[in-house]
């Protein structure tokens, strides 16, 4: 199977079980292999005692497309670590993007850097996650 086509396969098997993502009303947009776009408003339940999005939220879109973008190769990957830098505030009303792009993969390994930015393309923050492989698959390739 081509790689972007099992990368949407592989997106769309996790999204069936995503509760997470769909309670935050996070959209996924794209995935492609090693690639993953997730969307997200800030809404009233995100915003913290400073009037800003709490940076949970944040890290929860963040961390979502991470998930995807390390996913696509229809391994089951995990998380071993994530970072994340908020570089500047997001307002109730805002549009929040994550883009999510590999950068390295080696082994059981792999390096996912993530910029998420609002609807006037300025980056709000930059997480970046390490992934490790486990036995299983997303989707049954013939």
């Not at 570089?87 to 009303?93: F, R």
């Not at 590999?102 to 300025?122: F, K, S």
């Not at 996650?129 to 997303?138: C, I």
Request: charged fraction near 20%; glycine fraction near 10%; charge should be neutral.
């Amino acid at each position: 199977m081509e790689r972007d086509l099992l990368a949407r396969a592989c997106g769309e098997a996790m999204w069936r079980g995503d509760h997470v993502s769909k309670w935050f009303g996070i959209a996924l947009d794209e995935v492609r292999s090693g690639y993953a776009r997730m969307s997200m408003p800030v809404t009233q339940n995100m915003v913290n005692a400073h009037n800003t999005c709490h940076g949970g939220a944040i890290f929860t879109l963040a961390d979502a497309t991470f998930g995807y973008a390390c996913n696509s190769h229809n391994q089951n990957a995990l998380a071993s670590s994530c970072t994340i830098e908020f570089l500047a505030p997001a307002y109730l009303g805002d549009r929040l993007t994550a883009v999510g792009e590999e950068q390295v993969r080696a082994g059981r390994q792999g390096v996912y850097d993530m910029r998420v930015t609002n609807q006037r393309g300025e980056t709000i923050a930059l997480f970046r996650g390490k992934s490790v492989t486990v036995k299983g698959h997303l989707v049954e390739v013939r």
